[in-house]
Protein backbone atom coordinates (compact mmCIF):
# COMPACT_ATOMS: atom_id res chain seq x y z
CA UNK A 1 0.00 0.00 0.00
CA UNK A 2 1.24 3.07 -1.06
CA UNK A 3 0.56 7.05 0.22
CA UNK A 4 -0.38 8.63 -2.68
CA UNK A 5 0.62 12.32 -1.59
CA UNK A 6 3.94 13.84 -1.60
CA UNK A 7 4.30 13.44 2.12
CA UNK A 8 7.44 14.47 3.94
CA UNK A 9 8.43 13.21 7.54
CA UNK A 10 8.53 15.94 9.46
CA UNK A 11 6.06 19.29 9.26
CA UNK A 12 7.13 22.46 9.77
CA UNK A 13 6.40 23.00 13.64
CA UNK A 14 9.30 19.94 13.76
CA UNK A 15 6.25 17.03 14.37
CA UNK A 16 6.86 13.93 12.55
CA UNK A 17 3.69 12.39 11.56
CA UNK A 18 3.52 12.28 8.06
CA UNK A 19 4.13 9.18 6.70
CA UNK A 20 6.57 8.41 3.60
CA UNK A 21 5.06 7.95 0.11
CA UNK A 22 6.30 4.42 0.66
CA UNK A 23 5.22 3.45 3.89
CA UNK A 24 3.10 1.00 4.55
CA UNK A 25 0.97 2.79 7.42
CA UNK A 26 -1.50 5.62 6.88
CA UNK A 27 -2.01 8.16 8.69
CA UNK A 28 -2.30 6.96 12.67
CA UNK A 29 -5.18 8.19 14.37
CA UNK A 30 -4.90 8.44 18.08
CA UNK A 31 -6.87 5.26 19.55
CA UNK A 32 -9.32 7.35 21.73
CA UNK A 33 -10.68 8.60 18.66
CA UNK A 34 -11.04 5.97 15.92
CA UNK A 35 -14.78 5.36 18.24
CA UNK A 36 -16.15 8.81 16.90
CA UNK A 37 -15.65 8.42 13.03
CA UNK A 38 -18.97 7.37 12.31
CA UNK A 39 -20.77 10.78 12.37
CA UNK A 40 -18.66 12.15 10.02
CA UNK A 41 -20.09 13.13 6.78
CA UNK A 42 -23.03 10.83 7.15
CA UNK A 43 -25.24 14.01 7.41
CA UNK A 44 -24.28 15.40 4.05
CA UNK A 45 -25.91 12.35 2.28
CA UNK A 46 -28.77 13.30 3.41
CA UNK A 47 -29.36 16.12 1.00
CA UNK A 48 -29.70 19.80 2.52
CA UNK A 49 -31.72 22.75 2.86
CA UNK A 50 -31.03 25.90 4.03
CA UNK A 51 -31.43 29.07 6.27
CA UNK A 52 -27.65 30.22 7.34
CA UNK A 53 -26.54 33.24 9.36
CA UNK A 54 -25.34 35.58 6.57
CA UNK A 55 -27.81 34.73 3.96
CA UNK A 56 -31.27 32.78 3.41
CA UNK A 57 -32.08 30.67 0.52
CA UNK A 58 -35.29 28.80 1.12
CA UNK A 59 -34.86 26.56 -1.55
CA UNK A 60 -33.29 22.74 -1.94
CA UNK A 61 -29.39 22.53 -2.48
CA UNK A 62 -28.80 21.42 -6.08
CA UNK A 63 -26.16 19.41 -7.34
CA UNK A 64 -24.51 22.87 -8.11
CA UNK A 65 -24.71 24.36 -4.89
CA UNK A 66 -22.74 24.19 -1.53
CA UNK A 67 -24.43 26.19 1.95
CA UNK A 68 -21.29 27.24 3.53
CA UNK A 69 -21.02 26.47 7.43
CA UNK A 70 -20.21 28.35 10.00
CA UNK A 71 -19.84 31.54 7.81
CA UNK A 72 -20.33 34.48 10.19
CA UNK A 73 -18.01 32.80 12.69
CA UNK A 74 -15.62 32.03 10.41
CA UNK A 75 -15.67 35.41 8.66
CA UNK A 76 -15.50 37.05 11.76
CA UNK A 77 -12.08 34.93 12.60
CA UNK A 78 -10.29 35.29 9.67
CA UNK A 79 -10.81 38.95 8.73
CA UNK A 80 -9.01 41.51 10.59
CA UNK A 81 -7.94 44.48 8.23
CA UNK A 82 -10.62 44.76 5.80
CA UNK A 83 -7.84 45.67 2.53
CA UNK A 84 -5.89 42.63 3.69
CA UNK A 85 -4.97 39.58 1.54
CA UNK A 86 -6.83 36.56 2.48
CA UNK A 87 -6.98 32.86 0.97
CA UNK A 88 -9.81 30.64 0.89
CA UNK A 89 -8.07 27.38 0.58
CA UNK A 90 -11.13 25.25 -0.44
CA UNK A 91 -12.62 27.41 -2.77
CA UNK A 92 -15.66 24.76 -3.00
CA UNK A 93 -19.00 26.43 -4.57
CA UNK A 94 -17.47 29.85 -2.90
CA UNK A 95 -19.89 30.00 0.00
CA UNK A 96 -17.09 31.56 2.30
CA UNK A 97 -15.10 33.07 -0.10
CA UNK A 98 -18.08 35.59 -0.96
CA UNK A 99 -18.67 35.85 2.89
CA UNK A 100 -15.44 37.01 3.05
CA UNK A 101 -15.59 39.41 -0.20
CA UNK A 102 -18.33 41.12 1.59
CA UNK A 103 -16.37 42.48 4.18
CA UNK A 104 -13.06 43.29 1.83
CA UNK A 105 -12.71 46.99 1.21
CA UNK A 106 -11.63 47.79 -2.27
CA UNK A 107 -8.19 46.99 -1.40
CA UNK A 108 -9.12 43.38 0.24
CA UNK A 109 -7.87 41.10 -1.98
CA UNK A 110 -8.97 37.05 -1.66
CA UNK A 111 -7.03 34.12 -3.05
CA UNK A 112 -9.02 31.18 -3.45
CA UNK A 113 -7.60 27.31 -3.90
CA UNK A 114 -9.68 24.19 -4.82
CA UNK A 115 -7.54 21.09 -5.81
CA UNK A 116 -11.07 20.00 -7.87
CA UNK A 117 -11.22 21.77 -11.44
CA UNK A 118 -15.38 21.83 -11.31
CA UNK A 119 -14.99 24.45 -9.35
CA UNK A 120 -13.38 26.58 -11.59
CA UNK A 121 -15.79 27.25 -13.11
CA UNK A 122 -17.92 29.20 -10.04
CA UNK A 123 -14.41 30.79 -8.82
CA UNK A 124 -13.99 32.15 -12.52
CA UNK A 125 -17.78 33.63 -12.48
CA UNK A 126 -16.54 36.04 -9.51
CA UNK A 127 -13.42 35.99 -10.97
CA UNK A 128 -14.80 38.48 -14.11
CA UNK A 129 -16.87 40.97 -11.93
CA UNK A 130 -14.47 41.08 -9.09
CA UNK A 131 -10.98 42.25 -9.26
CA UNK A 132 -9.71 41.69 -5.80
CA UNK A 133 -10.43 38.10 -6.19
CA UNK A 134 -7.96 35.33 -7.91
CA UNK A 135 -8.27 31.52 -7.87
CA UNK A 136 -5.94 28.77 -8.16
CA UNK A 137 -6.77 25.01 -8.89
CA UNK A 138 -3.92 23.57 -6.89
CA UNK A 139 -3.71 21.79 -3.55
CA UNK A 140 -3.33 23.58 -0.56
CA UNK A 141 -0.71 22.09 0.33
CA UNK A 142 1.34 23.80 -2.31
CA UNK A 143 -0.16 26.83 -1.19
CA UNK A 144 3.44 28.71 -0.92
CA UNK A 145 3.69 27.85 -4.17
CA UNK A 146 0.22 29.37 -5.03
CA UNK A 147 1.41 32.85 -3.20
CA UNK A 148 5.21 33.06 -4.97
CA UNK A 149 3.24 32.68 -8.15
CA UNK A 150 1.16 35.76 -7.41
CA UNK A 151 4.07 37.25 -5.92
CA UNK A 152 2.41 37.50 -2.13
CA UNK A 153 4.98 37.48 1.01
CA UNK A 154 2.50 36.93 3.35
CA UNK A 155 -1.46 37.18 4.06
CA UNK A 156 -3.59 38.32 6.73
CA UNK A 157 -5.81 35.34 7.37
CA UNK A 158 -6.83 32.06 5.83
CA UNK A 159 -9.43 29.30 6.00
CA UNK A 160 -10.17 26.11 5.52
CA UNK A 161 -13.47 24.29 5.18
CA UNK A 162 -11.97 20.75 4.71
CA UNK A 163 -14.08 17.39 3.05
CA UNK A 164 -16.08 17.22 0.08
CA UNK A 165 -18.73 20.07 -1.16
CA UNK A 166 -22.14 18.44 -1.92
CA UNK A 167 -21.52 19.24 -5.44
CA UNK A 168 -19.27 16.51 -5.38
CA UNK A 169 -21.08 14.21 -3.15
CA UNK A 170 -24.45 14.85 -5.36
CA UNK A 171 -22.53 13.91 -8.75
CA UNK A 172 -22.82 10.19 -8.83
CA UNK A 173 -19.90 10.33 -11.63
CA UNK A 174 -17.40 10.64 -8.62
CA UNK A 175 -18.17 8.11 -6.76
CA UNK A 176 -18.24 9.54 -3.69
CA UNK A 177 -22.01 8.85 -2.49
CA UNK A 178 -22.99 4.88 -1.48
CA UNK A 179 -26.50 5.97 -2.37
CA UNK A 180 -25.64 6.60 -5.62
CA UNK A 181 -24.30 4.42 -8.73
CA UNK A 182 -21.07 5.71 -10.27
CA UNK A 183 -17.87 4.81 -11.17
CA UNK A 184 -15.73 4.09 -8.09
CA UNK A 185 -13.49 6.99 -8.41
CA UNK A 186 -13.66 9.15 -4.92
CA UNK A 187 -11.18 11.56 -6.36
CA UNK A 188 -11.16 15.22 -5.41
CA UNK A 189 -8.65 16.26 -8.14
CA UNK A 190 -10.13 14.81 -11.12
CA UNK A 191 -8.53 12.33 -12.95
CA UNK A 192 -5.12 12.81 -10.65
CA UNK A 193 -3.39 9.83 -8.50
CA UNK A 194 -5.20 6.25 -8.72
CA UNK A 195 -8.77 6.44 -8.89
CA UNK A 196 -10.72 3.94 -5.55
CA UNK A 197 -11.28 1.51 -7.91
CA UNK A 198 -7.93 0.88 -9.64
CA UNK A 199 -6.59 0.68 -5.64
CA UNK A 200 -9.12 -2.08 -4.43
CA UNK A 201 -8.73 -3.74 -7.20
CA UNK A 202 -5.27 -4.42 -6.68
CA UNK A 203 -5.14 -4.11 -2.42
CA UNK A 204 -3.82 -6.82 0.17
CA UNK A 205 -7.13 -7.63 2.70
CA UNK A 206 -3.83 -6.46 5.24
CA UNK A 207 -3.88 -2.87 4.15
CA UNK A 208 -7.55 -2.26 3.17
CA UNK A 209 -8.52 -3.81 6.97
CA UNK A 210 -6.02 -0.98 8.29
CA UNK A 211 -7.62 2.09 6.78
CA UNK A 212 -11.28 0.96 6.83
CA UNK A 213 -10.30 0.70 10.66
CA UNK A 214 -8.28 3.65 11.07
CA UNK A 215 -9.97 5.88 8.82
CA UNK A 216 -13.76 4.36 9.21
CA UNK A 217 -13.56 2.94 12.42
CA UNK A 218 -15.18 0.19 10.58
CA UNK A 219 -15.94 -2.57 13.06
CA UNK A 220 -16.11 -5.29 10.75
CA UNK A 221 -13.37 -3.80 8.56
CA UNK A 222 -11.84 -7.53 7.70
CA UNK A 223 -14.63 -9.19 7.10
CA UNK A 224 -15.95 -6.34 4.50
CA UNK A 225 -12.27 -6.43 3.20
CA UNK A 226 -12.22 -10.02 2.21
CA UNK A 227 -15.94 -9.69 0.53
CA UNK A 228 -14.13 -6.68 -1.56
CA UNK A 229 -11.35 -8.46 -2.26
CA UNK A 230 -12.91 -11.37 -3.00
CA UNK A 231 -15.79 -9.72 -5.43
CA UNK A 232 -12.99 -7.92 -7.65
CA UNK A 233 -12.87 -6.61 -10.14
CA UNK A 234 -15.34 -3.79 -8.26
CA UNK A 235 -15.92 -0.37 -11.15
CA UNK A 236 -19.13 0.70 -9.30
CA UNK A 237 -20.33 2.54 -5.78
CA UNK A 238 -22.93 -0.27 -6.15
CA UNK A 239 -19.96 -2.72 -6.23
CA UNK A 240 -18.90 -1.58 -3.15
CA UNK A 241 -22.10 -1.53 -1.77
CA UNK A 242 -22.99 -5.13 -2.58
CA UNK A 243 -19.44 -6.03 -0.80
CA UNK A 244 -20.47 -4.87 2.63
CA UNK A 245 -23.79 -5.66 2.13
CA UNK A 246 -22.27 -9.70 1.46
CA UNK A 247 -19.67 -8.85 5.06
CA UNK A 248 -23.06 -9.05 7.00
CA UNK A 249 -24.18 -12.02 8.56
CA UNK A 250 -27.61 -10.33 8.47
CA UNK A 251 -27.70 -9.04 5.75
CA UNK A 252 -28.35 -5.82 6.44
CA UNK A 253 -26.30 -2.85 6.41
CA UNK A 254 -27.02 0.56 8.28
CA UNK A 255 -26.21 3.89 6.27
CA UNK A 256 -23.84 4.23 8.84
CA UNK A 257 -21.57 1.67 7.91
CA UNK A 258 -21.66 2.34 4.18
CA UNK A 259 -21.10 5.90 5.36
CA UNK A 260 -17.74 4.71 7.59
CA UNK A 261 -16.44 2.33 4.58
CA UNK A 262 -16.88 5.41 1.52
CA UNK A 263 -15.19 7.90 3.96
CA UNK A 264 -11.84 5.49 5.49
CA UNK A 265 -11.61 4.98 1.25
CA UNK A 266 -12.17 8.80 0.40
CA UNK A 267 -9.88 9.19 2.93
CA UNK A 268 -6.88 7.39 1.94
CA UNK A 269 -7.56 7.96 -1.80
CA UNK A 270 -7.01 11.88 -1.03
CA UNK A 271 -4.58 11.33 1.09
CA UNK A 272 -6.51 13.88 3.29
CA UNK A 273 -4.99 13.46 6.36
CA UNK A 274 -1.33 14.13 5.08
CA UNK A 275 -3.01 17.11 2.77
CA UNK A 276 -4.26 18.86 5.72
CA UNK A 277 -1.51 18.86 8.09
CA UNK A 278 0.97 20.28 5.14
CA UNK A 279 -2.20 22.96 4.49
CA UNK A 280 -1.97 23.84 7.71
CA UNK A 281 1.70 24.10 8.24
CA UNK A 282 2.14 26.22 5.11
CA UNK A 283 -0.86 28.44 5.55
CA UNK A 284 0.59 29.33 8.91
CA UNK A 285 4.10 30.03 8.31
CA UNK A 286 2.79 32.36 5.37
CA UNK A 287 0.71 33.87 7.61
CA UNK A 288 2.38 37.69 8.92
CA UNK A 289 2.28 38.61 13.08
CA UNK A 290 -1.28 38.99 13.54
CA UNK A 291 -3.08 36.83 10.73
CA UNK A 292 -5.43 34.34 11.50
CA UNK A 293 -5.66 30.58 10.32
CA UNK A 294 -9.85 28.99 10.74
CA UNK A 295 -10.79 25.62 9.64
CA UNK A 296 -13.54 24.20 9.96
CA UNK A 297 -13.51 20.38 10.29
CA UNK A 298 -16.27 17.72 10.23
CA UNK A 299 -14.64 13.94 11.85
CA UNK A 300 -13.24 13.54 14.94
CA UNK A 301 -9.87 12.80 13.36
CA UNK A 302 -9.76 16.04 11.62
CA UNK A 303 -10.78 17.65 14.82
CA UNK A 304 -7.81 15.97 16.59
CA UNK A 305 -5.38 16.67 14.13
CA UNK A 306 -6.58 20.26 13.99
CA UNK A 307 -6.58 20.38 17.82
CA UNK A 308 -2.70 18.87 18.20
CA UNK A 309 -1.39 21.19 15.44
CA UNK A 310 -2.96 24.27 16.96
CA UNK A 311 -1.56 22.89 20.61
CA UNK A 312 1.65 22.75 19.11
CA UNK A 313 1.86 27.09 18.47
CA UNK A 314 0.02 27.65 21.22
CA UNK A 315 1.97 25.68 23.76
CA UNK A 316 5.05 24.08 21.98
CA UNK A 317 6.11 21.28 23.95
CA UNK A 318 9.71 22.09 26.18
CA UNK A 319 12.45 19.59 26.40
CA UNK A 320 11.69 16.99 29.38
CA UNK A 321 11.23 18.13 32.57
CA UNK A 322 11.92 22.14 31.84
CA UNK A 323 8.95 24.44 32.09
CA UNK A 324 7.39 25.94 28.37
CA UNK A 325 8.48 29.51 28.12
CA UNK A 326 5.56 31.25 27.09
CA UNK A 327 8.33 33.49 24.92
CA UNK A 328 8.03 29.61 22.58
CA UNK A 329 4.53 30.23 22.02
CA UNK A 330 4.01 31.04 18.31
CA UNK A 331 -0.08 31.54 18.15
CA UNK A 332 -2.55 32.17 20.85
CA UNK A 333 -5.99 30.75 19.96
CA UNK A 334 -9.03 32.87 19.29
CA UNK A 335 -12.05 30.20 18.84
CA UNK A 336 -11.75 26.96 20.12
CA UNK A 337 -14.87 23.53 19.25
CA UNK A 338 -17.06 25.75 17.88
CA UNK A 339 -20.30 24.12 16.76
CA UNK A 340 -22.80 25.08 14.17
CA UNK A 341 -26.10 26.94 16.87
CA UNK A 342 -29.32 23.97 16.86
CA UNK A 343 -30.71 26.76 13.94
CA UNK A 344 -27.94 25.86 11.51
CA UNK A 345 -27.74 22.55 12.16
CA UNK A 346 -31.87 21.90 11.36
CA UNK A 347 -31.58 24.39 8.56
CA UNK A 348 -28.51 22.63 7.27
CA UNK A 349 -28.05 19.16 8.30
CA UNK A 350 -24.51 19.07 6.58
CA UNK A 351 -23.32 21.06 9.19
CA UNK A 352 -24.25 18.47 12.07
CA UNK A 353 -20.61 17.57 12.22
CA UNK A 354 -18.79 20.58 11.81
CA UNK A 355 -16.21 21.91 13.97
CA UNK A 356 -14.73 25.58 14.06
CA UNK A 357 -11.19 25.98 15.53
CA UNK A 358 -8.93 29.38 15.08
CA UNK A 359 -5.40 30.52 16.01
CA UNK A 360 -3.96 34.01 15.36
CA UNK A 361 -0.24 33.85 14.64
CA UNK A 362 1.85 35.99 17.49
CA UNK A 363 5.54 35.59 16.24
C1 LIG B 1 -16.43 21.39 2.09
S1 LIG B 1 -15.90 21.91 0.52
C2 LIG B 1 -15.68 23.64 0.71
C3 LIG B 1 -16.92 24.41 0.48
C4 LIG B 1 -16.72 25.91 0.47
N1 LIG B 1 -16.26 26.41 1.73
C5 LIG B 1 -17.99 26.63 0.06
O1 LIG B 1 -18.53 27.40 0.86
O2 LIG B 1 -18.46 26.40 -1.06
C6 LIG B 1 -14.25 21.37 0.50
C7 LIG B 1 -13.53 21.69 -0.79
O3 LIG B 1 -12.15 21.56 -0.53
C8 LIG B 1 -11.54 20.97 -1.64
N2 LIG B 1 -10.34 20.29 -1.16
C9 LIG B 1 -10.27 19.22 -0.36
N3 LIG B 1 -9.00 18.89 -0.13
C10 LIG B 1 -8.25 19.82 -0.77
C11 LIG B 1 -6.85 20.03 -0.88
N4 LIG B 1 -5.97 19.22 -0.29
N5 LIG B 1 -6.42 21.09 -1.58
C12 LIG B 1 -7.32 21.93 -2.20
N6 LIG B 1 -8.65 21.76 -2.15
C13 LIG B 1 -9.11 20.72 -1.42
C14 LIG B 1 -12.57 20.01 -2.20
O4 LIG B 1 -12.31 19.75 -3.56
C15 LIG B 1 -13.86 20.77 -1.96
O5 LIG B 1 -14.22 21.52 -3.08
Given amino acids: MESKASATSADSFGRSRFIKRNDKVPYRVPSEHQHAVANS ?6 GDSTPNPIRVVN ?3 SQETHEPVLAQDLVRAVVTDTSGIYVDATFGRGGHSKAIL ?6 GRLIAIDRDTDAEASALEIEQRDARFKFANSRFSELRKVLDAMVIRSIDGVCFDVGVSTPQLKNADRGFAFDLDGPLDMRMGKGSGSSASDWINTVAVADLTKVLKLYGDVRAARSIARQIVSRR ?4 TFDLVGAIRAASRSGTTSAKILAQVFQAIRI ?4 ELNELQ ?6 FEALGCGGRLAVISFHSIEHRLVRDVFQSLVRPSAPRGLPVRDEDARAQ ?3 KNVRPHYSERQANPASRSAMLQAIEKTR
Fill in 268 to 271: YIND
Fill in 59 to 61: KPQ
Fill in 233 to 236: PLET
Fill in 102 to 107: DQLSDT
Fill in 333 to 335: VVL
Fill in 278 to 283: AGLSEA
Fill in 41 to 46: RLSLLA
